[in-house]
Protein backbone atom coordinates (compact mmCIF):
# COMPACT_ATOMS: atom_id res chain seq x y z
CA UNK A 1 0.00 0.00 0.00
CA UNK A 2 1.25 3.44 -0.28
CA UNK A 3 0.58 5.16 2.66
CA UNK A 4 3.62 7.62 3.65
CA UNK A 5 5.38 5.98 6.66
CA UNK A 6 7.19 8.32 8.60
CA UNK A 7 10.95 7.02 9.17
CA UNK A 8 12.70 5.47 12.41
CA UNK A 9 15.70 7.37 13.82
CA UNK A 10 18.71 6.08 12.38
CA UNK A 11 20.65 3.26 14.15
CA UNK A 12 24.34 3.32 13.16
CA UNK A 13 25.07 0.31 15.98
CA UNK A 14 22.76 -2.08 14.54
CA UNK A 15 22.97 -1.26 11.13
CA UNK A 16 27.03 -0.41 10.23
CA UNK A 17 26.64 -0.21 6.72
CA UNK A 18 25.21 2.90 5.57
CA UNK A 19 22.64 2.80 2.48
CA UNK A 20 24.27 3.03 -1.31
CA UNK A 21 21.41 5.12 -2.47
CA UNK A 22 20.64 7.73 0.64
CA UNK A 23 23.25 7.34 3.28
CA UNK A 24 21.06 6.75 5.75
CA UNK A 25 21.77 3.79 8.65
CA UNK A 26 18.69 1.91 8.26
CA UNK A 27 17.68 -1.57 7.51
CA UNK A 28 18.99 -3.30 4.41
CA UNK A 29 16.01 -4.13 2.46
CA UNK A 30 18.00 -5.76 -0.76
CA UNK A 31 21.93 -5.95 -2.41
CA UNK A 32 21.83 -4.56 -5.41
CA UNK A 33 24.17 -3.86 -7.63
CA UNK A 34 24.76 -0.35 -6.91
CA UNK A 35 25.13 -1.21 -2.92
CA UNK A 36 23.01 -2.22 -0.13
CA UNK A 37 19.50 -0.58 -0.36
CA UNK A 38 17.60 0.75 2.89
CA UNK A 39 13.97 -0.74 3.32
CA UNK A 40 13.14 3.31 2.94
CA UNK A 41 15.03 2.95 -0.13
CA UNK A 42 13.92 -0.30 -1.13
CA UNK A 43 10.41 0.41 -1.48
CA UNK A 44 10.96 3.92 -3.41
CA UNK A 45 12.77 1.73 -5.88
CA UNK A 46 9.91 -0.79 -6.64
CA UNK A 47 7.25 2.07 -6.72
CA UNK A 48 9.61 3.85 -9.13
CA UNK A 49 7.94 3.78 -12.86
CA UNK A 50 9.30 5.53 -16.17
CA UNK A 51 11.39 4.94 -19.35
CA UNK A 52 15.14 4.00 -19.22
CA UNK A 53 18.01 5.04 -21.46
CA UNK A 54 17.44 1.78 -23.04
CA UNK A 55 13.41 2.62 -23.88
CA UNK A 56 11.86 0.29 -21.91
CA UNK A 57 8.90 1.68 -20.14
CA UNK A 58 8.06 -0.11 -16.62
CA UNK A 59 9.62 -0.29 -13.60
CA UNK A 60 12.81 1.35 -12.90
CA UNK A 61 14.34 0.04 -9.63
CA UNK A 62 18.03 -0.08 -10.36
CA UNK A 63 20.57 3.14 -10.60
CA UNK A 64 22.95 3.68 -13.33
CA UNK A 65 25.45 6.85 -12.52
CA UNK A 66 22.27 8.09 -10.69
CA UNK A 67 19.60 7.53 -12.99
CA UNK A 68 16.78 5.36 -12.62
CA UNK A 69 17.02 1.91 -14.63
CA UNK A 70 15.02 -0.53 -15.75
CA UNK A 71 16.14 -4.62 -14.28
CA UNK A 72 17.59 -5.80 -17.05
CA UNK A 73 20.00 -2.63 -17.77
CA UNK A 74 20.41 -2.72 -13.77
CA UNK A 75 21.09 -6.24 -13.10
CA UNK A 76 18.42 -5.53 -10.33
CA UNK A 77 16.10 -8.29 -9.38
CA UNK A 78 12.56 -7.83 -7.98
CA UNK A 79 9.25 -9.36 -8.62
CA UNK A 80 7.28 -6.32 -10.25
CA UNK A 81 5.53 -8.25 -13.16
CA UNK A 82 1.76 -8.76 -11.96
CA UNK A 83 0.07 -12.38 -13.10
CA UNK A 84 -3.05 -10.92 -13.73
CA UNK A 85 -2.11 -8.16 -16.17
CA UNK A 86 1.21 -8.78 -17.01
CA UNK A 87 2.13 -5.34 -16.38
CA UNK A 88 5.35 -4.09 -14.46
CA UNK A 89 4.17 -3.08 -11.02
CA UNK A 90 4.25 -3.04 -7.40
CA UNK A 91 2.97 -6.55 -6.59
CA UNK A 92 0.01 -6.23 -3.91
CA UNK A 93 -0.67 -9.66 -3.51
CA UNK A 94 -0.99 -13.24 -4.71
CA UNK A 95 1.37 -11.87 -7.80
CA UNK A 96 -1.09 -9.51 -8.59
CA UNK A 97 -0.95 -5.50 -8.75
CA UNK A 98 -3.33 -3.38 -6.69
CA UNK A 99 -5.81 -2.86 -10.00
CA UNK A 100 -5.70 -6.61 -10.76
CA UNK A 101 -5.77 -7.34 -6.88
CA UNK A 102 -8.83 -4.63 -6.45
CA UNK A 103 -10.57 -6.61 -9.18
CA UNK A 104 -10.18 -9.82 -7.46
CA UNK A 105 -12.10 -8.96 -4.75
CA UNK A 106 -14.63 -7.11 -7.00
CA UNK A 107 -15.35 -9.92 -8.80
CA UNK A 108 -15.30 -12.34 -5.72
CA UNK A 109 -17.84 -9.49 -3.87
CA UNK A 110 -20.55 -9.54 -6.73
CA UNK A 111 -20.18 -13.27 -7.91
CA UNK A 112 -23.61 -14.67 -7.20
CA UNK A 113 -23.37 -17.90 -4.90
CA UNK A 114 -25.88 -19.66 -6.64
CA UNK A 115 -24.33 -19.01 -10.50
CA UNK A 116 -20.69 -18.55 -9.88
CA UNK A 117 -20.33 -15.64 -12.19
CA UNK A 118 -21.25 -11.81 -11.85
CA UNK A 119 -24.74 -11.30 -12.73
CA UNK A 120 -25.63 -9.03 -15.90
CA UNK A 121 -27.28 -6.17 -13.60
CA UNK A 122 -24.27 -5.60 -11.62
CA UNK A 123 -22.12 -5.58 -14.62
CA UNK A 124 -21.71 -1.58 -14.97
CA UNK A 125 -21.19 -1.14 -10.72
CA UNK A 126 -18.43 -3.73 -11.19
CA UNK A 127 -16.92 -2.18 -13.86
CA UNK A 128 -16.43 0.92 -12.51
CA UNK A 129 -15.77 -0.14 -9.02
CA UNK A 130 -12.24 -1.88 -10.87
CA UNK A 131 -11.45 1.09 -12.80
CA UNK A 132 -11.50 3.72 -10.19
CA UNK A 133 -8.93 6.44 -9.81
CA UNK A 134 -7.26 5.26 -6.60
CA UNK A 135 -6.82 1.29 -6.55
CA UNK A 136 -5.41 1.39 -3.03
CA UNK A 137 -8.58 3.32 -1.38
CA UNK A 138 -11.11 1.23 -3.31
CA UNK A 139 -8.85 -1.65 -1.93
CA UNK A 140 -8.90 -0.73 1.70
CA UNK A 141 -12.85 0.67 1.25
CA UNK A 142 -14.04 -3.12 -0.22
CA UNK A 143 -11.74 -5.19 2.19
CA UNK A 144 -13.56 -4.17 5.12
CA UNK A 145 -15.58 -6.47 6.54
CA UNK A 146 -18.95 -4.76 7.22
CA UNK A 147 -18.94 -3.99 3.35
CA UNK A 148 -17.99 -7.68 2.27
CA UNK A 149 -20.70 -8.49 4.11
CA UNK A 150 -22.99 -5.72 2.62
CA UNK A 151 -22.03 -6.28 -0.66
CA UNK A 152 -22.63 -9.97 -0.49
CA UNK A 153 -26.44 -9.73 1.12
CA UNK A 154 -27.09 -6.97 -1.57
CA UNK A 155 -26.22 -9.84 -4.57
CA UNK A 156 -27.74 -12.65 -2.85
CA UNK A 157 -30.97 -10.71 -2.96
CA UNK A 158 -31.12 -10.84 -7.17
CA UNK A 159 -33.51 -7.60 -7.76
CA UNK A 160 -31.03 -4.74 -8.10
CA UNK A 161 -33.57 -1.95 -7.22
CA UNK A 162 -34.20 0.50 -4.33
CA UNK A 163 -36.54 -1.49 -2.51
CA UNK A 164 -34.03 -4.19 -2.16
CA UNK A 165 -31.26 -1.70 -1.09
CA UNK A 166 -34.09 -0.22 1.86
CA UNK A 167 -34.05 -4.12 2.93
CA UNK A 168 -30.42 -4.21 3.67
CA UNK A 169 -29.20 -2.13 7.02
CA UNK A 170 -29.15 1.39 6.77
CA UNK A 171 -25.84 3.26 7.25
CA UNK A 172 -23.30 4.74 5.03
CA UNK A 173 -22.37 1.81 3.11
CA UNK A 174 -25.81 1.77 2.13
CA UNK A 175 -25.99 5.57 1.37
CA UNK A 176 -22.30 4.85 -0.73
CA UNK A 177 -23.57 1.94 -2.64
CA UNK A 178 -26.95 3.41 -3.74
CA UNK A 179 -24.96 6.44 -4.83
CA UNK A 180 -22.86 4.54 -7.22
CA UNK A 181 -25.36 2.52 -8.38
CA UNK A 182 -27.72 5.80 -9.16
CA UNK A 183 -24.63 7.34 -10.99
CA UNK A 184 -23.87 4.18 -12.95
CA UNK A 185 -27.26 3.59 -13.88
CA UNK A 186 -27.94 0.68 -11.88
CA UNK A 187 -30.35 2.32 -10.51
CA UNK A 188 -32.87 4.70 -11.65
CA UNK A 189 -32.51 8.22 -9.91
CA UNK A 190 -35.00 8.58 -6.98
CA UNK A 191 -35.99 11.36 -5.18
CA UNK A 192 -34.44 10.51 -1.26
CA UNK A 193 -36.25 12.84 0.72
CA UNK A 194 -39.41 11.49 -0.97
CA UNK A 195 -38.04 8.08 -0.02
CA UNK A 196 -37.01 8.97 3.92
CA UNK A 197 -40.28 10.30 3.80
CA UNK A 198 -42.35 7.21 3.13
CA UNK A 199 -40.27 5.33 5.36
CA UNK A 200 -40.47 7.62 8.37
CA UNK A 201 -44.20 7.75 7.64
CA UNK A 202 -44.72 3.74 7.73
CA UNK A 203 -43.08 3.60 10.84
CA UNK A 204 -45.10 7.02 12.06
CA UNK A 205 -48.58 5.56 11.36
CA UNK A 206 -47.58 2.72 14.34
CA UNK A 207 -47.88 5.57 16.75
CA UNK A 208 -51.50 5.68 15.86
CA UNK A 209 -53.69 4.54 18.65
CA UNK A 210 -56.95 3.08 16.95
CA UNK A 211 -57.03 2.08 13.74
CA UNK A 212 -59.83 4.47 12.08
CA UNK A 213 -57.19 7.56 13.04
CA UNK A 214 -54.60 5.31 11.41
CA UNK A 215 -56.92 4.96 8.21
CA UNK A 216 -56.97 8.21 8.24
CA UNK A 217 -53.49 9.64 8.52
CA UNK A 218 -52.37 6.91 6.20
CA UNK A 219 -54.48 8.32 3.41
CA UNK A 220 -53.51 12.08 4.55
CA UNK A 221 -49.80 10.94 3.68
CA UNK A 222 -50.32 9.46 0.58
CA UNK A 223 -53.08 11.45 -1.01
CA UNK A 224 -51.83 14.51 0.57
CA UNK A 225 -48.34 14.91 1.01
CA UNK A 226 -46.76 11.98 -1.06
CA UNK A 227 -48.85 12.90 -4.22
CA UNK A 228 -47.70 16.28 -3.87
CA UNK A 229 -44.37 15.66 -3.36
CA UNK A 230 -44.06 12.96 -6.46
CA UNK A 231 -45.56 15.70 -8.66
CA UNK A 232 -43.26 18.15 -7.53
CA UNK A 233 -40.01 15.96 -7.49
CA UNK A 234 -37.00 16.80 -6.50
CA UNK A 235 -38.50 18.56 -3.53
CA UNK A 236 -37.30 20.77 -1.43
CA UNK A 237 -36.07 20.25 2.45
CA UNK A 238 -38.84 22.56 3.24
CA UNK A 239 -41.33 20.34 1.89
CA UNK A 240 -40.05 17.41 3.11
CA UNK A 241 -39.81 19.19 6.76
CA UNK A 242 -42.92 20.60 6.56
CA UNK A 243 -44.71 16.96 5.61
CA UNK A 244 -43.04 15.66 8.48
CA UNK A 245 -44.12 18.24 11.00
CA UNK A 246 -47.70 18.45 9.97
CA UNK A 247 -48.21 14.83 9.96
CA UNK A 248 -46.58 14.87 13.91
CA UNK A 249 -48.94 17.20 14.56
CA UNK A 250 -52.25 15.00 13.05
CA UNK A 251 -50.94 12.17 14.47
CA UNK A 252 -50.93 13.66 18.03
CA UNK A 253 -54.49 15.09 17.38
CA UNK A 254 -55.54 11.84 16.72
CA UNK A 255 -54.44 10.43 19.74
CA UNK A 256 -54.98 13.19 22.09
CA UNK A 257 -59.03 12.70 20.37
CA UNK A 258 -58.67 8.71 21.43
CA UNK A 259 -57.43 9.59 25.01
CA UNK A 260 -60.65 12.27 25.18
CA UNK A 261 -63.13 8.84 24.05
CA UNK A 262 -64.05 10.95 20.80
CA UNK A 263 -62.81 11.20 16.98
CA UNK A 264 -61.86 13.08 14.54
CA UNK A 265 -65.38 12.68 13.11
CA UNK A 266 -67.19 13.91 16.33
CA UNK A 267 -64.50 16.75 17.47
CA UNK A 268 -66.10 19.87 18.24
CA UNK A 269 -64.38 23.42 18.09
CA UNK A 270 -63.83 23.37 22.25
CA UNK A 271 -61.78 19.97 21.15
CA UNK A 272 -59.85 21.53 18.97
CA UNK A 273 -59.04 24.91 21.25
CA UNK A 274 -58.18 22.94 24.10
CA UNK A 275 -55.82 20.55 22.42
CA UNK A 276 -54.27 23.73 20.89
CA UNK A 277 -53.91 25.88 23.91
CA UNK A 278 -52.67 23.05 26.17
CA UNK A 279 -49.12 22.40 23.94
CA UNK A 280 -46.39 23.79 21.83
CA UNK A 281 -47.38 26.58 18.87
CA UNK A 282 -46.54 23.69 16.35
CA UNK A 283 -50.00 22.30 17.10
CA UNK A 284 -51.00 25.56 15.37
CA UNK A 285 -50.17 23.31 12.43
CA UNK A 286 -53.02 21.48 12.39
CA UNK A 287 -54.67 23.68 10.30
CA UNK A 288 -52.32 21.93 7.12
CA UNK A 289 -54.31 18.58 7.98
CA UNK A 290 -57.96 19.81 8.91
CA UNK A 291 -57.28 22.04 5.41
CA UNK A 292 -57.70 18.46 3.81
CA UNK A 293 -59.67 16.62 6.02
CA UNK A 294 -62.52 19.24 5.93
CA UNK A 295 -63.18 18.82 2.26
CA UNK A 296 -63.02 15.32 2.29
CA UNK A 297 -65.92 15.50 5.07
CA UNK A 298 -63.09 13.45 7.82
CA UNK A 299 -64.25 16.26 10.70
CA UNK A 300 -66.16 18.79 10.93
CA UNK A 301 -66.34 21.70 8.04
CA UNK A 302 -66.03 24.34 10.74
CA UNK A 303 -63.25 23.31 12.74
CA UNK A 304 -60.93 26.57 12.78
CA UNK A 305 -57.76 27.03 14.03
CA UNK A 306 -58.13 29.73 16.23
CA UNK A 307 -56.93 33.17 15.28
CA UNK A 308 -54.34 35.68 16.90
CA UNK A 309 -54.69 38.83 15.18
CA UNK A 310 -51.18 40.83 15.55
CA UNK A 311 -52.33 44.06 15.03
CA UNK A 312 -53.11 46.04 11.80
CA UNK A 313 -50.09 46.19 9.23
CA UNK A 314 -49.26 49.76 7.88
CA UNK A 315 -47.69 48.30 4.71
CA UNK A 316 -44.84 50.52 2.94
CA UNK A 317 -44.06 51.02 -0.51
CA UNK A 318 -41.67 48.09 -1.88
CA UNK A 319 -39.09 50.79 -2.42
CA UNK A 320 -39.19 51.68 1.20
CA UNK A 321 -38.94 48.08 2.25
CA UNK A 322 -35.73 47.18 1.96
CA UNK A 323 -34.61 50.28 3.44
CA UNK A 324 -36.72 50.16 6.55
CA UNK A 325 -35.26 46.27 6.85
CA UNK A 326 -31.71 47.23 6.83
CA UNK A 327 -32.28 50.33 9.11
CA UNK A 328 -34.40 48.65 11.39
CA UNK A 329 -32.16 45.32 11.96
CA UNK A 330 -28.49 46.30 11.25
CA UNK A 331 -28.06 49.76 11.14
CA UNK A 332 -28.51 50.10 15.24
CA UNK A 333 -31.87 51.98 14.88
CA UNK A 334 -33.24 49.04 16.67
CA UNK A 335 -31.63 48.08 20.17
CA UNK A 336 -30.74 44.33 21.47
CA UNK A 337 -33.92 43.84 22.96
CA UNK A 338 -36.13 44.78 20.12
CA UNK A 339 -34.38 42.64 17.75
CA UNK A 340 -34.92 39.52 20.25
CA UNK A 341 -38.62 40.65 19.88
CA UNK A 342 -38.09 40.53 16.31
CA UNK A 343 -36.53 36.88 16.13
CA UNK A 344 -39.39 35.32 18.91
CA UNK A 345 -42.14 36.49 16.48
CA UNK A 346 -40.44 35.45 13.57
CA UNK A 347 -38.58 32.66 14.16
CA UNK A 348 -40.34 30.79 16.60
CA UNK A 349 -44.07 32.58 15.93
CA UNK A 350 -44.42 33.35 19.60
CA UNK A 351 -47.09 36.16 20.37
CA UNK A 352 -46.13 39.44 22.14
CA UNK A 353 -48.27 38.72 25.24
CA UNK A 354 -45.59 36.17 26.34
CA UNK A 355 -42.51 37.65 24.65
CA UNK A 356 -42.66 40.22 27.04
CA UNK A 357 -43.32 37.57 29.94
CA UNK A 358 -40.23 35.71 29.13
CA UNK A 359 -38.00 35.69 32.67
CA UNK A 360 -34.14 34.96 32.64
CA UNK A 361 -34.81 31.46 34.30
CA UNK A 362 -36.18 30.19 30.95
CA UNK A 363 -32.70 31.16 29.26
CA UNK A 364 -29.64 29.27 29.36
CA UNK A 365 -26.72 31.10 27.84
CA UNK A 366 -23.55 28.71 27.35
CA UNK A 367 -21.72 28.02 24.42
CA UNK A 368 -25.30 27.85 22.77
CA UNK A 369 -28.01 29.76 23.97
CA UNK A 370 -31.92 27.48 24.96
CA UNK A 371 -34.95 29.48 25.96
CA UNK A 372 -37.63 27.68 27.08
CA UNK A 373 -41.03 28.59 25.84
CA UNK A 374 -44.32 27.04 26.28
CA UNK A 375 -42.21 24.61 27.91
CA UNK A 376 -40.23 23.73 24.94
CA UNK A 377 -36.34 24.47 24.72
CA UNK A 378 -35.58 25.87 21.64
CA UNK A 379 -32.07 25.75 20.61
CA UNK A 380 -30.92 29.02 19.34
CA UNK A 381 -27.80 27.91 17.37
CA UNK A 382 -25.45 31.29 16.34
CA UNK A 383 -26.13 33.33 14.52
CA UNK A 384 -29.58 33.51 16.41
CA UNK A 385 -27.87 33.24 20.24
CA UNK A 386 -26.04 36.52 19.61
CA UNK A 387 -29.17 38.64 20.15
CA UNK A 388 -29.61 37.27 23.18
CA UNK A 389 -26.16 37.89 24.19
CA UNK A 390 -26.43 41.25 23.33
CA UNK A 391 -29.80 42.02 25.55
CA UNK A 392 -27.49 40.52 28.44
CA UNK A 393 -25.14 43.10 27.92
CA UNK A 394 -27.23 45.83 27.71
CA UNK A 395 -26.84 48.42 30.20
CA UNK A 396 -29.85 48.34 31.89
CA UNK A 397 -29.62 44.11 32.23
CA UNK A 398 -25.66 44.85 33.86
CA UNK A 399 -27.17 46.62 36.44
CA UNK A 400 -30.15 44.45 37.49
CA UNK A 401 -27.13 41.58 37.37
CA UNK A 402 -25.50 43.22 39.99
CA UNK A 403 -28.99 45.14 42.15
CA UNK A 404 -32.79 44.20 41.68
CA UNK A 405 -32.05 41.07 39.95
CA UNK A 406 -35.42 41.53 37.54
CA UNK A 407 -36.85 37.94 36.42
CA UNK A 408 -37.43 39.72 33.11
CA UNK A 409 -36.15 40.10 30.13
CA UNK A 410 -38.09 42.35 28.44
CA UNK A 411 -37.91 45.06 31.43
CA UNK A 412 -40.34 47.55 31.73
CA UNK A 413 -39.78 51.30 32.87
CA UNK A 414 -40.99 51.27 36.61
CA UNK A 415 -38.87 48.84 38.08
CA UNK A 416 -40.37 45.27 38.55
CA UNK A 417 -42.21 45.25 35.77
CA UNK A 418 -41.58 43.77 32.17
CA UNK A 419 -42.67 46.07 28.90
CA UNK A 420 -46.09 45.75 28.08
CA UNK A 421 -47.27 44.09 24.58
CA UNK A 422 -49.22 46.73 22.83
CA UNK A 423 -45.95 48.93 23.54
CA UNK A 424 -43.44 46.42 21.67
CA UNK A 425 -46.32 46.05 19.04
CA UNK A 426 -46.31 49.51 18.06
CA UNK A 427 -42.26 49.83 18.36
CA UNK A 428 -42.01 47.14 15.52
CA UNK A 429 -44.68 47.80 13.77
CA UNK A 430 -42.83 48.97 10.94
CA UNK A 431 -40.17 46.32 10.82
CA UNK A 432 -43.12 43.49 11.11
CA UNK A 433 -44.66 44.41 8.07
CA UNK A 434 -40.97 45.24 6.08
CA UNK A 435 -40.68 41.83 7.01
CA UNK A 436 -43.92 40.30 6.04
CA UNK A 437 -44.03 41.92 3.04
CA UNK A 438 -40.61 40.31 2.43
CA UNK A 439 -42.16 37.04 3.32
CA UNK A 440 -44.90 37.54 0.57
CA UNK A 441 -42.55 38.30 -1.85
CA UNK A 442 -40.69 34.37 -1.44
CA UNK A 443 -43.83 33.28 -3.04
CA UNK A 444 -44.63 29.20 -2.12
CA UNK A 445 -42.49 28.97 1.15
CA UNK A 446 -42.27 24.93 0.89
CA UNK A 447 -40.55 25.17 -1.74
CA UNK A 448 -37.06 27.10 0.14
CA UNK A 449 -35.45 25.67 3.02
CA UNK A 450 -35.19 26.92 6.41
CA UNK A 451 -32.25 28.37 5.91
CA UNK A 452 -32.72 30.32 2.76
CA UNK A 453 -36.17 32.31 4.23
CA UNK A 454 -34.11 32.68 7.56
CA UNK A 455 -31.17 34.23 5.58
CA UNK A 456 -33.78 36.58 3.00
CA UNK A 457 -35.95 37.52 5.67
CA UNK A 458 -33.53 38.44 8.73
CA UNK A 459 -30.30 38.69 6.59
CA UNK A 460 -28.28 35.82 8.12
CA UNK A 461 -26.14 34.20 5.60
CA UNK A 462 -27.63 31.03 4.79
CA UNK A 463 -24.25 28.99 5.26
CA UNK A 464 -24.11 29.76 8.79
CA UNK A 465 -27.43 28.74 9.17
CA UNK A 466 -26.84 25.28 7.17
CA UNK A 467 -24.18 24.78 9.69
CA UNK A 468 -27.37 23.83 12.41
CA UNK A 469 -29.12 22.53 10.65
CA UNK A 470 -31.94 20.40 12.85
CA UNK A 471 -32.42 23.65 15.02
CA UNK A 472 -33.15 25.63 12.26
CA UNK A 473 -35.21 22.90 10.56
CA UNK A 474 -37.43 22.90 14.47
CA UNK A 475 -37.32 26.76 14.40
CA UNK A 476 -38.79 26.60 11.27
CA UNK A 477 -41.27 24.63 11.75
CA UNK A 478 -42.90 26.40 14.54
CA UNK A 479 -42.37 29.49 12.07
CA UNK A 480 -44.11 27.70 9.04
CA UNK A 481 -46.92 27.06 11.96
CA UNK A 482 -46.95 30.39 13.06
CA UNK A 483 -47.28 31.96 9.46
CA UNK A 484 -49.92 29.40 8.34
CA UNK A 485 -51.57 31.16 11.33
CA UNK A 486 -51.44 34.68 10.24
CA UNK A 487 -51.92 33.83 6.16
CA UNK A 488 -54.91 32.08 7.50
CA UNK A 489 -56.39 35.26 9.42
CA UNK A 490 -55.35 37.33 6.14
CA UNK A 491 -53.21 39.39 9.08
CA UNK A 492 -49.38 38.64 8.63
CA UNK A 493 -48.65 40.86 11.01
ZN1 LIG B 1 18.27 4.40 1.55
ZN1 LIG C 1 16.87 -0.48 -19.53
ZN1 LIG D 1 -2.14 -6.43 -12.84
Given at each position: MTVARPKKPEDPVAHPVPCARCGSHYQVGAFWPDGAVCTYCYRAAIRTQGTCACGHVGVLPGRIDGSPACRTCSGVFVNVDCAGCGAEDEIYRHQLCLRCALAQHVDDAFTNPRTGSVDVAWQPIVQALKSMNRANSGLVWIRQAHVQDFLRSMVANDDATHAALDELPAGATRNHMRQLLVEHGVLPVRDELIATFESWSSDALDRLHSPAHRDVIDRYIRWKHLRTMRARSPIAHGTFLVAKQSTTVAIEWCNWLDAQGTDLGRAGQGDLDRWISEG???????ERFLSWARPARLCSSTLTVPRHRRGTATRLSTAGQADALNAALYSGALGARDRLAVVLVLVFGQQMTSIVQLRWEQVTITDTVTITLAGLPIHLPPPLDQVVRDVLHEPAHKQTATHSNSPWVFLGGRAGTHLQPGYLRNRLRPVMSTLSARLGSLGDLSRHTPAAILAETLGYRPETLEAHASAVADNYARYVAALDQQAASGTLF
Open positions: PSTRLMV
